[in-house]
C-alpha cells in the first residue's frame, strides 16, 4: 500500500470517527430533549394543582413584621405586637422547649421560637366543647414534628391559632390536613437577620 493510500484511509478513518460522534452527541440531545419535554409535561399536569395548592395560596395569614428585638425579659418595654397570638416581634434570648407545653408562654418567649424556624400551636379549652380530646388530637399531631410547640393560651378569640414567623391561622376545631399543611410549609425556616 502506497503513502498515499495509507493517508487517504487515515483521512476516512478520521472522518468516520468524527460522524460517529456527531451521530452520537445527535442521540443524546434528542434523548435529554424527550426527556426534558416529557418532565414538563408531567410537571404540568400534576404540578399545577400542587402550585396553586402550595406556592400560590400560602397556608394562613400574612401579618407583616415588627422585627425582632432581642428584651431581656417579658415585662421590658417593646413595641406593641400587631397579632394575638404574635408571629413576630420583640423575644427573649432564650427558646420554650420544644413540644407539648401544659402552660401558657409568655409572647415574649414564643416569638424566638417562631423565629428559629418553629411554629407553635396554641389552644382555648374556654372556646371547645372537649378540652381533653383538643389536647389529644393537637398532641397527636406536634409529636411528629420536631420544631413545633403546643400550649394553651386562655387569652385567645378562638379555639385554635397556629403561629409561624408573619403567619398565622385561627381554626374552630381540628383539621388535621390544615393543621400539618401548615407546619409542614412554614417549620425549619430560619429568620434571623442575615450579616
Not at 456527531?22 to 400542587?50: D, F, H, M, N, P
Request: glycine share 6%.
Amino acid at each position: 500500500m502506497s503513502r498515499a493510500e495509507r493517508r487517504r484511509l487515515k483521512k476516512e478513518k478520521k472522518w468516520e470517527r468524527r460522524q460517529e460522534t456527531v451521530r452520537k452527541s445527535r442521540r443524546q440531545w434528542i434523548e435529554r430533549t424527550i426527556a426534558a419535554v416529557i418532565v414538563v409535561l408531567l410537571a404540568g399536569a400534576g404540578g399545577y394543582g400542587l402550585y396553586g395548592w402550595w406556592i400560590a395560596e400560602p397556608p394562613g395569614e400574612f401579618v407583616p413584621s415588627v422585627g425582632n428585638l432581642h428584651v431581656p425579659s417579658p415585662d421590658y418595654p417593646h413595641v406593641r405586637y400587631n397579632s394575638d397570638p404574635p408571629t413576630s416581634g420583640p423575644h427573649l434570648p432564650y427558646l420554650a422547649s420544644w413540644g407539648v407545653r401544659t402552660e401558657p408562654i409568655p409572647k415574649e418567649l414564643q416569638v424566638h421560637n417562631l423565629e428559629d424556624g418553629g411554629v407553635v400551636i396554641q389552644y382555648n379549652c374556654l372556646k371547645a366543647q372537649d378540652c381533653d380530646a383538643l389536647q389529644q388530637q393537637l398532641e397527636n399531631i406536634v409529636k411528629d414534628y420536631d420544631h413545633v410547640v403546643l400550649a394553651p393560651y386562655p387569652t385567645m378569640d378562638s379555639p385554635i391559632a397556629l403561629t409561624a414567623w408573619t403567619r398565622i391561622r385561627k381554626l374552630d376545631h381540628v383539621d388535621q390536613k390544615k393543621i400539618r399543611r401548615f407546619i409542614e410549609a412554614y417549620i425549619n425556616i430560619d429568620h434571623h437577620p442575615r450579616s
